[in-house]
Structure formats: structure tokens, C-alpha cells
């Protein structure tokens, strides 16, 4: 028990070279090629965040290397592990949730609200040819002498 004189075998090497700046995290899973692209329509396009997008020193002011090699990593992982963690939680109890507000929805829709559109919508003709008879025959010559009562009145405005 002494001074050891020799170096441990158990070294974190951390480069600069082997900084991951892209979106996929640090830790490797096992990939298959033709794997799907789970957002074709790129409705989360705005969840692909790194480290550069949240964290960035200016020229001027800089951390120790290793600290920001540290500090994207930590970010990476943690990232990476709690999202798994919590999509392994709550991903299952979430989908089914939506899937029975789905269902409700549907049978709403389906069920209630387009037989309502389309009763109201066979009923309008008829409403707009009885409405369109009121108008004519009640409103229309209401506005129509009146226009006429008042078109004879004539406005001089005189500057004093």
C-alpha cells in the first residue's frame, strides 16, 4: 500500500473528436436498417433538440473542455435514459386514454353530430324559401318606403 506508481486500467478517454453533436444519443442500441420513420409527417419536428440548441457559450466566455464534453454528454443521456423511463411508464395507460377519447369522439360524430348537420341542412331549403317570403313581404316594404320618405330630405351644411 504505497504510492502506486502505475496508471489504473479504468480511464474515461473524452475528446472532442468523439463528441456526438447530432440528435442521436450517446448510448448505442441495437438498430435495424429498415426501420420505419415514426413521424412521417414531422408533427414533433420541433422535439429534436441537442445540447448546441439549449446550452451555448459565447466566444468570449468558455468552460474547462472536459466540463462541456461532461455536460453534453450527461445532457445526451439523461435525455436518452429518462424519456425511455417514462415512455415505458406512461406510454401504454396515455394510449389507451386516447384511444377510448378516439372512440367517444367518433361515435359523437358519427353517431350525433352528422345526422344533426345533415337533418339541418335537408331543412334549410324549405327554411330559406319561408324566411325569403317574411323578408319579402314584411321587411322589404318596411325599408323600401322608408328609403323613399327619406330620400327627399336633403342636408346643407354651412360654414360659420
Given at each position: 500500500?504505497?504510492?502506486?506508481?502505475?496508471?489504473?486500467?479504468?480511464?474515461?478517454?473524452?475528446?472532442?473528436?468523439?463528441?456526438?453533436?447530432?440528435?442521436?444519443?450517446?448510448?448505442?442500441?441495437?438498430?435495424?436498417?429498415?426501420?420505419?420513420?415514426r413521424d412521417p409527417q414531422n408533427l414533433n419536428g420541433q422535439l429534436k433538440v441537442n445540447?448546441?440548441?439549449?446550452?451555448?457559450?459565447?466566444?468570449?466566455?468558455?468552460?474547462?473542455?472536459?466540463?462541456?464534453?461532461?455536460?453534453?454528454?450527461?445532457?445526451?443521456?439523461?435525455?436518452?435514459?429518462?424519456?425511455?423511463?417514462?415512455?415505458?411508464?406512461?406510454?401504454?395507460?396515455?394510449?389507451?386514454?386516447?384511444?377510448?377519447?378516439?372512440?367517444?369522439?367518433?361515435?359523437?360524430?358519427?353517431?350525433?353530430?352528422?345526422?344533426?348537420?345533415?337533418?339541418?341542412?335537408?331543412?334549410?331549403?324549405?327554411?330559406?324559401?319561408?324566411?325569403?317570403?317574411?323578408?319579402?313581404?314584411?321587411?322589404?316594404?318596411?325599408?323600401?318606403s322608408m328609403g323613399l320618405c327619406f330620400s327627399s330630405v336633403k342636408v346643407h351644411l354651412?360654414?360659420?
Open positions: 500500500m504505497g504510492l502506486e506508481k502505475e496508471k489504473s486500467d479504468a480511464r474515461i478517454f473524452m475528446d472532442l473528436e468523439d463528441l456526438n453533436p447530432s440528435s442521436i444519443p450517446m448510448i448505442t442500441e441495437k438498430t435495424y436498417n429498415n426501420s420505419p420513420n445540447f448546441e440548441d439549449v446550452i451555448a457559450e459565447p466566444e468570449t466566455t468558455h468552460s474547462f473542455d472536459k466540463v462541456w464534453i461532461c455536460s453534453t454528454a450527461i445532457f445526451e443521456i439523461s435525455k436518452y435514459v429518462v424519456y425511455k423511463v417514462l415512455t415505458l411508464l406512461l406510454a401504454i395507460p396515455l394510449v389507451f386514454i386516447l384511444g377510448i377519447l378516439f372512440a367517444i369522439g367518433s361515435c359523437l360524430h358519427i353517431w350525433i353530430i352528422m345526422p344533426i348537420v345533415k337533418t339541418f341542412l335537408m331543412l334549410l331549403p324549405s327554411v330559406r324559401a319561408i324566411w325569403k317570403g317574411v323578408m319579402d313581404s314584411l321587411v322589404a316594404p318596411l325599408y323600401a354651412d360654414k360659420n
